[in-house]
């Protein structure tokens, strides 16, 4: 009926599917049979459809959720395995011409203080996030052509890369910047990014329109056919998501789900990442202002439709969410995580004063990285610190047909033993390096190939004697 390929992505994500498809996941929420069947399709580990998924995310019943949920989880240990890709965020500039109302940073609000970083500032960021352990960042700017055009973010990027740190470099920096064009996306695949994120934030048109009333970004086909633009200017990998509590969170889910759809069909490569941030409180934002917010217990529901939906995709969570949910979703599909992180612009160098509030929006864990790595470590997970697939070109569709056949599970074990090393001997404190030491013997142990375990094994001990690379 709809064709992903022939169709541009906003035509393609169009409400009346949505709408269709939620119908069609209303009358079948109760369906045992179709349900069964869905289940089975996901337990070949090669996704759903968002037809499929929806009707996963309208059950509710107890037993088939509680199927889910272990599906999920077992998805998550046979494509992650037990691993946790930590990153951390940096604020570059929060100057911004758009009227996003749910945003902090938008122009009408006269009473933050505007702030763009310098290239010296950048480095002080930087290095204090080094100095934590940080080795992969996403930078977040706001959308202003005369602040911080794309010359600023790319030389920013550059200013990054070329910093030398005691411990090694920062190894890849994501990009999170407002919808641009195919010449600006070849720049930023030219400067060398890891992933570009952009966030949709509502994919129901109407309340996209109210939502973004002025700038550049109140136009809904611009920003939904950035990711296409993205790909053809050559970056291979792009991260999704949706800002949930702005619109009916079963809209999003089958508008999330067709872009994916939509990426795969065209581009032949699906979403590298999809990041499920939720509405939080920010200086003049009440959260409670939009209608939607969802409980814990939804967005735990969310996270386990999304992982049996699209397996190979890395799933982000922020310091948005709280410990304790935080716990919950990791172990439902969550692959990356940031930690100790600072929304302001310039926060790492120099937190918050009490009576500012520029922060883009309120951190719920506000834990350090040694406590987050900790605490990741006691629930039996493996921080990891690696970028080693960026630096050996497992991007894109190579990266994805890697993930399907299972094989990324070869490299990335040991890779992550390898970063945590580094990090427990670099950075951590006495108590979480003890764990932490225990914690890869044992690991070392569940290589299952014998030459794979004795070249970690190898490597380790390198580590231990200073080298880094
Ligand atoms: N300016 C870029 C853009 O327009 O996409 C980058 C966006 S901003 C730095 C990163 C994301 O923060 C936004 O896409 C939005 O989803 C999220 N955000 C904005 N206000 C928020 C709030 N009050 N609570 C939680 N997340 C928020």
């Known amino acids: ?121 950048v480095v002080r960021e930087v290095t204090a996030l080094q100095d934590m352990g940080h080795k992969r960042l996403a930078i977040e700017a706001g959308e202003d052509p005369v602040n911080n055009p794309l ?70 086909a611009y920003h939904t056919e950035a990711m296409d633009r993205a790909m053809d200017g050559g970056i291979d990998d792009v991260g999704l998501g949706v800002l949930f509590g702005l619109e009916l969170y079963k809209y999003e889910f089958a508008g999330l789900l067709m872009h994916a759809e939509h990426l795969e069909a065209v581009h032949g490569v699906g979403p590298h990442t999809i990041s499920v941030p939720r509405v939080k409180h920010a200086d003049d934002i009440d959260p409670t202002a939009f209608d939607n917010g969802i409980s814990d217990d939804i967005f735990a529901k969310i996270c386990a439709c999304i992982r049996v939906a699209v397996p190979y995709t890395g799933m982000i969570i922020s310091t948005r969410e709280s410990k304790a949910v935080r716990e919950k979703v990791i172990r439902l599909g969550v692959s990356q995580i940031s930690g100790a992180s600072r929304t302001s612009v310039g926060g790492y160098c120099e937190p918050e004063p009490e009576d500012e509030n520029s922060e883009q929006f309120d951190v719920s864990d506000k834990r350090t990285l040694d406590e987050v790595v900790h605490w990741l470590m006691d629930l039996g997970y493996i921080p990891s610190f690696c970028t080693a697939c960026y630096r050996e070109g497992r991007t894109g569709d190579r990266f994805m047909s890697l993930c399907k056949s299972g094989q990324i599970q070869n490299c990335c074990h040991p890779n992550a033993l390898m970063t945590l090393k580094e990090y427990l001997i670099d950075y951590a404190s006495p108590e979480t390096r003890e764990i932490g030491e225990a914690l890869i013997k044992r690991e070392l142990e569940n290589i299952p190939k014998e030459k794979v375990k004795q070249i970690a094994a190898d490597n380790l001990e390198k580590i231990e004697a200073g080298i880094r690379d």
Do not use: W
Request: proline fraction near 3%; hydrophobic fraction near 30%.
């Open 1 to 121: 009926m709809y064709d992903p390929k022939s169709l541009k992505a906003e035509e393609f994500i169009s409400h009346e599917e949505i709408l269709d498809t939620l119908e069609y996941a209303e009358q079948n929420k109760e369906n045992r049979a179709l349900i069964d069947s869905i289940l089975d399709k996901a337990r070949l580990r090669k996704g759903l459809t968002h037809r499929e998924a929806s009707i996963l995310l309208a059950c509710e019943m107890p037993d088939k959720i509680q199927e889910l949920y272990d599906l999920a989880e077992q998805i998550k240990k046979d494509f992650y395995g037990n691993r946790i890709v930590m990153f951390a965020p940096l604020y570059l500039s929060n100057y911004c011409v758009n009227g996003c109302v749910y945003c902090p940073y938008h122009l009408k609000n006269k009473h933050i203080a505007r702030k763009k970083l310098t290239q010296e500032e």
């Open 151 to 220: 010359d600023y973010i790319l030389e920013c990027i550059n200013t990054i890369y070329s910093i030398k740190h005691k411990n090694g470099a920062i190894r890849r920096v994501n990009v999170n910047i407002a919808a641009t064009t195919v010449e600006n996306y070849r720049k930023l695949k030219e400067a060398g990014i890891g992933t570009y994120i952009l966030f949709q934030e509502t994919y129901h048109k109407e309340s996209y329109e109210k939502l973004h009333p002025t700038g550049p970004k109140h136009n809904y």
